[in-house]
Nanobody
């Protein structure tokens, strides 16, 4: 499964940004989906995840209340709405797909190429 993440860029703190993840030619509805991020010199960390139907979502404490993960199975896409980002949210963001529930990077089978998000203060 080839995942394509997009929507990154430069955003001011307090602004908003929406990341998208698609998988051309594949049905994302069969996957548990997640977003992870990795800042320079740091480990890849969990950001948010969503179950197959979109009825259950999961967030890292650091983004809870600011970021929203969603999916549109008809459009075969997963999104991460980033509201009120902070400079510490600066990282490369990756979307990932798993055939099972999981909130750690090891539990995801497929990864996108990443999209850079830079939050200026």
């Amino acid at each position: 499964v080839q995942l394509q993440a997009s929507g990154g860029g430069l955003v001011q703190a307090g602004g908003s940004l929406r990341l998208s993840c698609v998988a051309p030619g594949r049905t994302l509805s069969s996957f548990f989906m997640g977003w992870f991020r990795q800042a320079p010199g740091k480990e890849r960390e969990f950001v948010a995840a969503i179950n197959w139907s979109g009825g259950n979502t999961y967030y890292a404490d650091s983004v809870k209340g600011r970021f929203t993960i969603s999916r549109d199975n008809a459009e075969n896409a997963v999104y991460l709405q980033m509201n009120s980002p902070k400079p510490e949210d600066t990282a490369v963001y990756y979307c990932a797909a798993s055939s099972r529930y999981g909130l750690t990077a090891f539990e995801f089978d497929y990864w996108g190429q990443g999209t850079q998000v830079t939050v200026s203060s």
